[in-house]
């Protein structure tokens, strides 16, 4: 059995998707425990609503697989920046979190990105084989990466 020696290009995919993956996850934790400084109650809610895309995602993934194909059928540049616009929001929310306490909005959205993500075709290395549909999933991970850096370097670190 002759194995497969990995491309450059899956290096750089993988550290793509872990490192976009990790930094929604750490967009999830930082509102969590912002929400726990106000109290429990609000910190149970942000938890809860961090939860909700994740599970509603994990249904879709299971039951409704075709939606997240219909999302690879778009270009790969409007991907991209589908994805880069988003990941401005998701950092534009993070910075007005305190305006938006009433209810766990920003939680639901950053981890709606997360959930779309973490379950696309391609998202996981050696779980899915590399196509080209899994490549217009990487431009959803470029563009979200793109965006936060870009809102880092030109606002600033939302904190």
């Given at each position: 059995m002759e194995q497969r020696t990995?491309?450059?290009?899956e290096f750089v995919r993988i550290a793509?998707?872990?490192?976009?993956?990790a930094s929604l996850a750490l967009v999830c934790?930082?509102?969590v425990d912002s929400s726990f400084e106000v109290d429990a109650a609000t910190g149970i809610r942000s938890i809860a609503g961090i939860m909700l895309p994740l599970v509603i995602g994990g249904f879709l993934a299971v039951f409704?697989?075709?939606?997240?194909?219909?999302?690879?059928?778009?270009?790969?540049?409007?991907?991209?920046?589908?994805?880069?616009?988003?990941?401005v929001a998701i950092m534009l929310l993070v910075e007005?979190?305190?305006?938006?306490?009433?209810?766990?909005?920003?939680?639901?959205?950053?981890?709606?990105?997360?959930?779309?993500?973490l379950y696309s075709p391609g998202?996981?290395?050696?779980?899915?084989?590399?196509?080209?549909?899994?490549?217009?999933?990487?431009?959803?991970?470029?563009?979200?990466v793109s965006g936060m850096l870009g809102y880092i370097v030109l606002i600033g670190f939302p904190i």
């Amino acid at each position: 059995m002759e194995q497969r020696t990995p491309q450059p290009y899956e290096f750089v995919r993988i550290a793509v998707m872990l490192i976009t993956l990790a930094s929604l996850a750490l967009v999830c934790f930082y509102l969590v425990d912002s929400s726990f400084e106000v109290d429990a109650a609000t910190g149970i809610r942000s938890i809860a609503g961090i939860m909700l895309p994740l599970v509603i995602g994990g249904f879709l993934a299971v039951f409704k697989r075709s939606l997240f194909e219909k999302a690879a059928r778009v270009s790969p540049t409007i991907a991209f920046l589908l994805a880069a616009v988003f990941a401005v929001a998701i950092m534009l929310l993070v910075e007005n979190i305190e305006l938006l306490r009433a209810a766990p909005i920003a939680e639901i959205i950053v981890a709606a990105g997360l959930t779309i993500l973490l379950y696309s075709p391609g998202s996981m290395p050696g779980f899915v084989q590399s196509t080209e549909r899994s490549d217009v999933w990487m431009a959803y991970y470029f563009g979200m990466v793109s965006g936060m850096l870009g809102y880092i370097v030109l606002i600033g670190f939302p904190i």
